[in-house]
């Protein structure tokens, strides 16, 4: 608001503020459609030639490769964005819901289905395993209502504003706190509920969907099941990367101006409060900023002067990702687009990456292949395969004596699971580890999910979406609050926009 005087007369103009935001990742992107759409003038400066940060694409020869996110849930958070803009979100991003979520192989030979029908999925538990589908049905409801009591306090508002507990919802969230099984970890409630290994692994391996260790973080983490079994789990026409352009082009549309190869280099403050960004050598003028850089980095390479807050430094960095990005010159019927090769002993694969920070000899094996629903990702009659395994944040490992080892255990655990040698099938190669995760997206260690969820406290003591001491500052994206993943890391933009008035 500008106030001028004439003559006896005051008069009072709106003006539209300057919004800027730093990077164009998924976090970034929801935000500047956000502000746009208040009637903000948004500028989004991105290192990158292109946007989506973690959610981008790789092509090779012939192979096109979603490079980060596979598992797409939670679509009607990309929805809302193109409904608030008074879109018919059909008309500019489509998806399909998955049948199958994915596939388990394991050293026994079993193979599980995990389907998209609860009943189904349970049904096929009691098939193959020594559990009973009543056990994963009742397995499924807990999820439910860790769901239902957290979603409306930890997942859509912010944790770090007293007003946002002020009312009935949150409260009642607040009382049923118990019932979200903090005080003991997934590991102890899956084995408390399942007695065949295979069962307890398959649950097990959602603590990975945001950096975390089943032995370590809270049951309450058992959530995430109801998020796949339950909203369903979807693949976007076109591929992963299709949530990206689609938000871009509606970012365009609304007025949204974009700076590619831009990496911004410091936030000025004056009286506590964010009057320029740095970009280039020039200064922009900003009424408020948006840090969609992960918040370590923000602190500690663009505030100057400022340090990375205490509470930060306490808590442990989410795992990383070793991935093979492999165009694949065969076609495996078998495999779907999600499909997974566990090792026998998921503890010690925990305990390599947690505590000896390395990567075991037969860790568990990612393998997406979008191109089975997306053919025009590979040759007819080929496959790109997108071959990935968890590892242990960059804390100076030699990644390179890893990423050799790793690759021959792969290749000799896949080729063992499928009956054929892979290594003679592999046409083209591109690999992704935690050193270039974090040169490539700015994300400290090359962590995927900034911090973890090892602690039953991870939720409160992660950094809020604005900052205490400075004024007209706020963060989105994976490593703030509500946490990593797109759906959360959509959140947090929504988070943002309802606290700037
Ligand atoms: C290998 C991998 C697999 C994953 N799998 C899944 C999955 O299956 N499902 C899922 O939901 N999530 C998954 N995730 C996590 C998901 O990708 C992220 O949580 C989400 O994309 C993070 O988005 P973000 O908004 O935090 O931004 P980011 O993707 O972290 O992007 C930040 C952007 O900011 C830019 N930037 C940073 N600093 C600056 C600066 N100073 N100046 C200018 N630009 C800057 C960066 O270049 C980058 O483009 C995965 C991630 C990875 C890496």
Not at 394 to 406: A, H, V
Request: proline fraction near 5%; hydrophobic fraction near 35%; aromatic fraction near 14%.
């Amino acid at each position: 608001m500008i106030q001028i005087s004439i003559g006896d007369e005051i008069a009072y103009f709106r003006f539209m503020s300057r919004a800027l935001i730093i990077g164009a990742g998924i976090a970034g992107i929801a935000s500047a459609i956000r502000l746009a759409l208040k009637g903000h003038q948004v500028e989004v400066f991105e290192a990158s030639e292109h946007p989506g940060g973690k959610l981008s694409e790789i092509k090779l020869g012939p192979f096109r490769f979603d490079a980060g996110p596979s598992l797409f849930t939670m679509p009607q958070y990309v929805d809302e964005l193109f409904l608030l803009a008074g879109k018919n979100p059909h008309d500019y991003f489509q998806y399909q819901k998955l049948e199958t979520i994915c596939n388990y192989y394991y050293e026994d030979g079993t193979r599980i289905h995990a389907f998209a029908d609860p009943l189904k999925f349970a049904q096929e538990i009691e098939n193959k395993t020594t559990d009973s589908a009543n056990s994963v049905i009742a397995y499924l409801n807990k999820s439910r209502e860790i769901y239902e009591i957290t979603n409306p306090v930890f997942l859509q508002r912010s944790l770090h504003k007293f007003r946002c507990y002020l009312n009935w919802e949150t409260l009642n969230s607040v009382f049923q706190f118990p019932k979200i099984d903090p005080f003991r970890s997934m590991n102890q409630a899956n084995e408390n509920r399942f007695k065949d290994s295979r069962t307890v692994r398959l649950f097990n391996r959602y603590a990975t969907y945001n950096g975390s260790n089943p032995y370590k973080a809270p049951a309450t983490l058992n959530i995430i099941p109801h998020f796949e079994q339950h909203f369903g789990a979807y693949f976007p026409l076109g591929g992963m990367y299709a949530i990206v352009s689609s938000l871009y082009n509606l970012a365009i549309g609304l007025g949204v101006k974009f700076h590619f190869n831009s990496y911004v280099d410091e936030i000025e403050l004056k009286n506590n409060k964010p009057v320029n960004l740095h970009c280039r050598g020039k200064s922009y003028a900003a009424d408020l900023i948006i840090s969609n850089m992960d918040v370590w980095y923000t602190y500690s390479r663009l505030l100057k002067g400022l340090k990375v807050p205490e509470r930060l430094k306490k808590q442990e960095r989410s795992s990383s990702a070793l991935i093979f990005y492999w165009g694949i010159e065969a076609a495996f019927p078998e495999l779907e687009l999600h499909n997974i090769f566990f090792t026998e002993d998921y503890k010690e694969e925990f305990r390599e990456i947690w505590e000896k920070k390395s990567i075991g000899s037969d860790p568990t094996v990612y393998v997406h292949i979008s191109s089975k629903n997306n053919p025009q990702d590979a040759p007819k009659g080929s496959e790109n395969w997108f071959t990935m395994v968890n590892v242990p944040s960059d804390t100076g490992q030699n990644w390179d004596s890893l990423i050799k080892s790793s690759r021959s255990a792969i290749i000799e655990k896949l080729s063992r699971n499928l009956g054929r040698d892979i290594s003679k099938l592999i046409r083209f190669e591109s690999v992704l580890d935690p050193r270039s995760i974090d040169s490539r997206t700015f994300s400290y260690q090359g962590s995927l999910y900034g911090s973890s969820s090892n602690n039953p406290f991870s939720a409160f003591l992660r950094h809020a979406n604005f900052s205490s001491g400075i004024k007209d500052l706020y963060f989105v994206g994976g490593s703030v609050h509500p946490g990593g993943g797109i759906p959360l890391a959509l959140l947090s933009a929504k988070i943002v926009d309802d606290l700037i008035k």
